[in-house]
């Protein structure tokens, strides 16, 4: 499997930057995982739209979800100019119903639900759905292709409960919104990049992807904070652009 990050930063992106989305590429097809605003225009550096296979989006805050619009004409186009046939699938939570019903576009896009006990088997591997602590309906995805397995944490506050899903994982992307200075009190929907990687150690993950990252917190202090989690093992702060070989 390779995983290319096409975007990480939220709420809003920084300039150039872009909030978050995901290729992950396998011998037999490519997907996307979230869409948010960006993540289109970096999406065309790298495949075609009539290559990819599906979109599998974790909920529909606009910062994962806001290029879908935008994804939805460049399908309707490639439909037009005969460079992709049938309707373009689209994986995604039932609920909030009005954001859902958005993801289906004449016959151009059709949003099939999940839920946490769906199993998909798209492009050569199998998607699991773990339901995160966060406001609106969120899944994390569990990614395999039989050999190894990336978990994708999508958003959550620190109730989710990773140890059974996420145990052992060959690579844990999650999200690291804030650093501990800035974490707020009371009910939270979003981790401390010490946070992440506590729980990082916690659940034995091979390697660490910090993603999730404030455009207005220096890069340096999720460094220093991620190191303070003491994780033993691979961590790093993801970029645009970055590839990861699992």
Same mark, same amino acid.
């Given at each position: 499997? %390779?995983?290319? *990050?096409?975007?990480f930063?939220?709420?809003?992106?920084?300039?150039?930057?872009?909030?978050?989305?995901?290729?992950?590429?396998?011998?037999? =097809?490519? +997907? +996307?995982i979230d869409?948010?605003? =960006? *993540?289109?225009?970096? +999406?065309?550096?790298?495949?075609?739209?009539?290559? /990819?296979?599906?979109?599998v989006?974790?909920?529909?805050?606009?910062?994962?979800?806001?290029?879908?619009?935008?994804?939805?004409?460049?399908?309707?186009?490639?439909?037009?100019?005969?460079?992709?046939? =049938?309707?373009?699938?689209?994986?995604?939570?039932?609920?909030?119903?009005?954001?859902?019903?958005?993801?289906?576009?004449?016959?151009y896009?059709? /949003?099939?639900?999940?839920?946490?006990?769906?199993?998909l088997? /798209?492009? &050569?591997?199998?998607?699991?759905?773990? %339901?995160?602590?966060?406001?609106?309906?969120?899944?994390?995805?569990?990614?395999?292709? &039989? %050999?190894?397995? !990336?978990v994708?944490?999508?958003d959550?506050?620190?109730?989710?409960n990773?140890?059974?899903?996420?145990?052992?994982?060959d690579?844990? !992307?999650?999200?690291?919104?804030?650093?501990?200075?800035?974490?707020p009190? =009371?009910?939270?929907?979003? +981790?401390?990049? %010490?946070?992440?990687?506590q729980?990082?150690?916690?659940?034995?993950?091979k390697?660490?992807?910090?993603?999730?990252l404030?455009?207005?917190?220096?890069?340096?202090?999720?460094?220093?904070?991620?190191?303070? &989690?003491?994780?033993?093992?691979?961590?790093?702060?993801?970029? !645009?652009?970055?590839?990861?070989?699992?």
């Open positions: 499997m %390779r995983l290319t *990050v096409l975007g930063e939220s709420p809003a992106p920084g300039p150039g930057g872009a909030t978050p989305g995901y290729l992950l590429e396998t011998a037999a =097809g490519k +997907l +996307l869409c948010g605003s =960006g *993540v289109y225009a970096q +999406l065309m550096k790298h495949i075609r739209i009539e290559e /990819l296979s599906a979109v989006l974790s909920h529909y805050h606009h910062d994962h979800i806001c290029d879908m619009p935008i994804l939805q004409y460049g399908v309707m186009m490639a439909s037009i100019f005969g460079k992709r046939n =049938g309707t373009f699938p689209v994986y995604g939570p039932a609920e909030p119903q009005d954001w859902a019903h958005k993801m289906t576009y004449h016959q896009t059709v /949003l099939h639900t999940v839920m946490e006990n769906s199993v088997h /798209l492009a &050569g591997v199998e998607i699991s759905f773990l %339901r995160t602590d966060h406001p609106i309906m969120c899944y994390a995805m569990k990614i395999t292709d &039989g %050999r190894k397995t !990336i994708y944490g999508a959550t506050g620190p109730g989710t990773w140890d059974i899903f996420a145990v052992d994982c690579l844990f !992307i999650c999200e690291s919104t804030f650093t501990t200075e800035y974490v009190r =009371g009910k939270r929907a979003h +981790l401390s990049a %010490r946070e992440a990687a729980m990082a150690e916690r659940i034995r993950a390697q660490l992807l910090l993603t999730h404030s455009p207005d917190i220096p890069r340096k202090k999720y460094e220093d904070d991620a190191a303070a &989690g003491r994780y033993s093992g691979c961590w790093q702060l993801a970029e !645009i652009g970055q590839v990861i070989e699992i």
